[in-house]
């Protein structure tokens, strides 16, 4: 199994106890730069993978296919943590380097460790209150969206479809003994809690 682990912002204190666990367990910890080595150190030796900030897509996508083939034998069998900076699912090296795993070995098992993103990170650091609705951007054209509170699923899901959303991910009391995870739309329930989710996405 390949896990992608979130080391959070890089206070070492800021890693979680599952993130911790993951590395000392792991048989393998690769990681995209110093600062995750680092991070790491206490719990297990890191290597170092090459990821060029570039955007040649033609580069970048031999890139990850390189490190993927890599990977790929180790983790057939064995737990193998790719550790990093932030949450591995928002702007994160592991969503490509995942892609490409899922699209090459599909035999091979993925799965994330969230950590303490940039986002909520920088919320604590300058004292930034957030308690309506807001956008994150790096600058691309908006593709995905996330609904907290979605207590009408399927008012909502139709209402994204009309601009141009297409597929969606119904989510209910996550990390808990109730949760729930819905994929298919057809399944989508009438009304949602305080805790559901729906993540919209453009394809």
């Known amino acids: ?3 992608g682990v979130g080391l959070g912002p890089g206070d070492p204190e800021l890693l979680t106890l599952k ?20 991070l790491v150190a206490p719990y297990a030796e890191a290597e170092i993978l090459d990821f060029p900030m570039l955007t040649d897509y033609n580069v970048l996508n031999a890139v ?19 550790g990093l900076i932030g949450d591995p699912n928002f702007f994160s090296t592991f969503t490509h380097l995942k892609r490409v795993m899922n699209r090459l070995y599909p035999d091979v098992e993925t799965s994330t460790i969230p950590g303490i993103s940039s986002i909520t990170s920088f919320a604590a650091q ?9 956008e994150v951007s790096d600058g691309s054209d908006s593709k995905y969206r996330i609904r907290l509170k979605a207590s009408r699923p399927l008012e909502i899901m139709d209402s994204y479809k009309k601009e141009g959303f297409s597929k969606f991910i119904f989510a209910e009391r996550l990390f808990s003994p109730e949760e729930v995870i819905i994929k298919e739309q057809d399944k989508f329930p009438e009304k949602g809690n305080y805790f559901s989710i729906i993540f919209a996405e453009k394809e």
Do not use: H, Q
Request: neutral net charge.
């Open 1 to 3: 199994m390949l896990v």
């Open 19 to 38: 993130a911790v666990e993951t590395l000392k367990k792991s048989y393998k910890v690769y990681v995209p730069g110093r600062l995750a080595a680092e």
């Open 64 to 82: 990850w296919k390189k490190n993927a083939e890599m990977i790929a034998e180790e983790s057939r069998d064995k737990l193998v943590s790719f």
């Open 126 to 134: 300058t004292g930034a209150e957030v308690d309506a609705s807001f």
